[in-house]
């Protein structure tokens, strides 16, 4: 090494290693004597026989036990996973989406079991409410589907729920969102294989999607509507009829069972189990109903059911217009019928704007294109003709007919304008309907009659029959405002002797609802349904600015309704003497609209909303907040 470093011309000279070692000082060793260090042996690798034999860490070996339980944590990951794929890939989630469904129903439950107390503050009770509307709100977006048409049921009822719920659920009413191109011409495909396509529509072999079943160019792929079950697209036949295309939006055929079956377990745990409340025995009814708009087919009859009817009614034929279905062409998930051109019903500016032509309904009026907010061209129609046509409807429906559209909200009405300027209501959207019997409708109709010539004991007798124990609430809950005479207690929640507190609010509204249903069995189930029929048509009725006597005319029904079935001349007589008395309404009726359009006062639905939202407060403690009966 030395010589080495030598080779490089190096100013110094490194001594030999060895010297360095034996002269080195301060180095500690066995060999140091004094400061100078000796070399006990020289510098050779260690005989490798002489070392220690190497031996691998131990590791604490795993009992029996912990290894079967490593296995079958493993294999339980290992199918929950595959299965969580299969469901949503095969089965649109279906399994999955109910799980969440107990496990928000678990935390509710625990939520108002824990924290739902006597001594606890109204601002805790407000939190535990708020926290359970967002749950439930979430649940519903997150599931989509029927969740979303249970999630309407529940905004329809929020005058039963807390302030919180009326506020949060009014959203379930916006259109939904829609389902992509690709979804719906499965859909579309799968309802017509087979060769259902070239039969029906004269499409070659392997065509199916929806441009080629329609005429070219025509089919439009945005969705002209979106609802929570179905979506609405438009095209042309190529016969040359324009018709509506109503899709059912992917998954919901293989959901609703499962999405009802948990809807009825979760009714019953919270409604007889966990808060008391006498409703568990609605739930089978609900359910029925609601998987019934899920098959086209039925509405398909219902359809056709209540377009004969109509024909039949002589006051209603020309007044109101069922849209024609195509039969041969609609299946279980589709349904094709006629396109009709007209105006939602809550559209009250374009309903009485200047008319100019069908072709300009809707369109800005010459001239102000540069306005952000220019008028726009109507139908110029009578608000009141359109109210009274569509009150007449449901009455008919409701007293005679048997058969009742159950969810007339804005969307599912449509005006157009006849050649006599006069306006026509078609009626959209036969999914929901109920059918009655002929002695509940002479007997729901003799309890109207009652109700407005304040005959209490046939109320009392009527309310008793159906199970009903507090006929004093149900005749005003019928009435959809304040009926007056009632029990002392209902007198002294009057007169301000209630509880004070949220809790006892909650309490004393859980014991009226016991008495209000003495005898669960016997009442009619379809009762849950014309009371939302009809404060849906009073919501309408505000909407236009209360333009008729909403009640005055449902009862003139009923009472022309109990003379028709009952026959007789004495029958008729009396319906004659209730007319006259119906005089007497009217007049209360037009003295406040006149005060509506000369001081700006409320207009007559209005003023009863205002009437129930205190008897609400007074007698139930639920505060009525926003468009509540808006529908």
């Known amino acids: 090494m030395a010589s080495l470093l030598r080779s490089r011309a190096l100013p110094f000279a490194f001594p030999p290693i060895a010297q360095t070692l034996r002269t080195c000082p301060r180095i500690r060793s066995n060999g140091i004597v004094g400061s100078r260090l000796y070399a006990k042996s020289s510098f050779l690798p260690p005989d490798p026989t002489g070392l220690p034999r190497y031996k691998p860490p131990r590791y604490p070996r795993l009992s029996a036990f912990a290894k079967k339980t490593g296995r079958r944590l493993a294999i339980a990951t290992a199918v929950g996973t595959g299965l969580y794929f299969a469901d949503d890939y095969f089965n649109y989630s279906t399994f999955s989406r109910n799980l969440k469904t107990l496990w928000v129903a678990i935390l509710i439950s625990a939520d108002y079991k824990l924290n739902f107390r006597p001594d606890a503050p109204a601002e805790k009770l407000s939190a535990i409410h708020e926290r359970t509307a967002d749950r439930i709100l979430n649940l519903c977006f997150a599931n989509g589907g029927l969740y979303q048409k249970m999630g309407q049921a529940i905004a329809m009822q929020t005058a039963a729920l807390p302030p919180i719920f009326q506020k949060k659920f009014r959203m379930f009413f916006d259109e939904t969102p829609q389902a992509g191109y690709a979804e719906i011409a499965r859909i579309m495909k799968e309802e017509y294989a ?44 190529k ?25 009825k377990f979760v009714m019953d745990v919270f409604s007889e189990r966990l808060f008391a409340l006498p409703l568990g025995f609605l739930t089978p009814f609900i359910c029925e109903r609601l998987e019934s708009e899920t098959d086209f087919v039925n509405e398909t009859r219902n359809s056709e059911r209540m377009r004969e009817f109509v024909q039949q009614e002589k006051s209603l034929r020309d007044r109101v217009y069922i849209p024609k279905v195509f039969n041969r062409l609609s299946t279980k998930r589709v ?297």
Not at 206 to 235: I, N
Not at 456 to 470: L, R, Y
């Open 335 to 631: 349904m094709i019928a006629e396109w009709i051109e007209g105006v939602a019903v809550a559209d009250k500016d374009i309903l009485t704007a200047p008319y100019r032509g069908d072709h300009k309904v809707g369109k800005p009026m010459r001239g102000r294109k540069d306005d952000p907010n220019p008028p726009v061209y109507g139908l110029d129609v009578s608000l009141k003709q359109v109210m009274h046509t569509m009150v007449d409807l449901f009455c008919a429906q409701i007293f005679l007919g048997g058969w009742v559209h159950c969810d007339p909200h804005p969307g599912n009405i449509l005006i157009r304008r006849l050649p006599s300027g006069k306006p026509q209501l078609v009626l959209l959207d036969h999914g929901l309907y109920i059918s009655t019997t002929p002695e509940f409708r002479r007997q729901y109709a003799t309890f109207w009659r009652a109700l407005l010539t304040f005959d209490n004991a046939v109320i009392q007798e009527i309310a008793k029959s159906w199970g009903i124990g507090n006929s004093d609430l149900f005749a005003s809950s019928v009435l959809l405002k304040p009926y007056k005479g009632g029990s002392k207690e209902v007198l002294d929640l009057m007169e301000g002797r209630s509880a004070s507190s949220a809790y006892e609010r909650h309490q004393q509204m859980r014991r009226m609802m016991e008495k209000f249903l003495e005898e669960e069995e016997k009442m009619p189930k379809e009762l849950v349904f014309i009371g939302r029929n009809m404060r849906i048509v009073q919501g309408n009725n505000a909407i236009l600015g209360s333009p008729v006597n909403r009640i005055r005319i449902m009862g003139e029904w009923a009472s022309y309704a109990v003379s028709k079935m009952e026959g007789g001349t004495q029958s008729w007589y009396r319906h004659f003497v209730f007319r006259i008395v119906m005089i007497t309404l009217d007049i209360g009726f037009y003295i406040g609209r006149i005060k509506q359009f000369v001081l700006g006062g409320m207009g007559f639905e209005e003023t009863l909303e205002m009437r129930m939202r205190k008897v609400a407060k007074e007698e139930f403690g639920v505060d009525l907040q926003g468009d509540v009966f808006a529908g």
């Open 239 to 263: 016969t040359g009829e324009w018709v509506a295309i109503k899709i059912q939006k992917p998954g919901i055929s293989r959901q609703v069972y499962w999405d009802l079956a948990v809807f």
């Open 194 to 237: 087979g060769g259902k396509a070239q039969e029906l529509f004269g499409v070659e072999k392997g065509k199916w999607e929806p441009e080629d079943l329609f005429a070219p160019g025509t089919f439009q792929r945005r969705a002209v509507g979106s609802a929570s079950v179905a979506q609405v697209h438009k095209a042309q036949l």
